[in-house]
């Protein structure tokens, strides 16, 4: 009987533990050398569920459209380091143009964005960009727990040389951007997260960010409004212990919260591999093979197999 009545408290503490909540510390956003394979579903048709405590939420049929590398890097082996000199984490993507470098502090209270630095192509003039927040763009605080909320009012503000037309119908000497930014976040639920990586336990943070953003041009020596817009958005993020970045974003329409489009993780971070590139375009045959294997591969690229 004593042994029964072990059991059965056994049984009891471990369905507890299965459905407790978790929290969010520093220790779980990715190390640096760390790289990051997300997809982009731009026509996500998921539903985000309920908010609360020990909900089940099931992203199993988001797509992959698209998909993005991000590396989790030393700021100091990076390009626009010297802009940013409280940063120690720097996320570098891949964009049009060249390489976009994220600079973030990764502190016991909270992950924030310092800014951006990017080479950006307008019209095929290479220009290169350092965007700054200020302050700094909080993503999460720490530690995160349910119900845990915070508010975040940032500007963002880039301003670069030009010298082309960037598309307003005269050349511009250069450019200036500014978006204001009212930022709410809520960790509104826990519970579980299917996505197509696998099923955690999650915690889900929903964020609605108000920018008001405006671009302006210089001609000929004055500066001219080009652009003004007021713009709402909404995302539901779900995040795990141990992943080390969110497990999947889905942006909803303000109103009713009908997806529009998603990020997700497509596999669980690695650390310590470099970024890859699949560069070898070559027909191998046949196959199966016994004794001999043919590589054919096209005359204008370099190729190697090792």
């Known amino acids: 009987m004593k042994k029964q009545l072990l059991f059965i408290s056994s049984g009891i503490l471990l369905a507890f533990t299965a459905n407790a909540q978790i929290t969010i510390t520093t220790a779980d956003i990715a190390a640096i050398n760390t790289t990051i394979r997300q997809a982009n579903d731009t026509m996500a048709t998921v539903a985000i569920g309920n908010t609360g405590t020990n909900q089940t939420w099931n992203l199993s049929g988001l797509n ?3 998909e993005d590398t991000m590396y ?10 010297s802009n940013f000199p409280s940063a120690n984490l720097a996320i570098k993507m891949k964009q049009q143009g060249g390489d976009a470098y994220v600079y973030a502090n990764n502190s016991a209270s909270s992950l924030s964005f310092l800014g951006t630095h990017a080479n950006i192509d307008f019209n095929g003039t290479p220009v290169t960009v350092n965007q700054f927040n200020t302050p700094s763009e909080i993503l999460t605080n720490f530690p995160a727990t349910y119900n845990t909320t915070f508010n975040n009012n940032y500007t963002q503000f880039a301003q670069f040389y030009l010298g082309v037309d960037p598309g307003i119908g005269v050349p511009a000497d250069s450019i200036r951007l500014k978006s204001v930014i009212t930022k709410t976040s ?12 696998g099923t955690f336990p999650a915690l889900r943070v929903v964020t609605i960010k108000i920018n008001a953003d405006t671009l302006d041009a210089q001609i000929f020596g004055f ?4 652009q003004a817009t007021l713009d709402t958005t909404k995302t539901f993020t779900w995040w795990s212990n141990g992943v080390g970045f969110p497990l999947a974003e ?9 997806a529009i489009s ?16 699949n560069t070898l375009d070559a027909n191998i045959y046949p196959n199966p093979a016994q ?3 043919y590589f054919s591969t096209t005359a204008d690229k370099e190729n190697s197999v090792m």
Do not use: M, Q, R
């Open 186 to 197: 809520t960790v509104d639920g826990w519970g579980s997260v299917t996505t197509p990586l």
């Open 72 to 81: 989790f890097l030393s700021p100091a082996s990076t390009p626009g380091t």
């Open 64 to 66: 992959t459209h698209t």
């Open 223 to 226: 500066w001219n409004n080009v």
């Open 250 to 258: 889905v942006t909803v329409d303000y109103y009713s919260d009908i």
């Open 262 to 277: 998603a990020t997700w993780l497509k596999v669980t971070p690695s650390v310590g591999i470099n970024e890859y590139s």
């Open 291 to 293: 004794n001999v294997v």
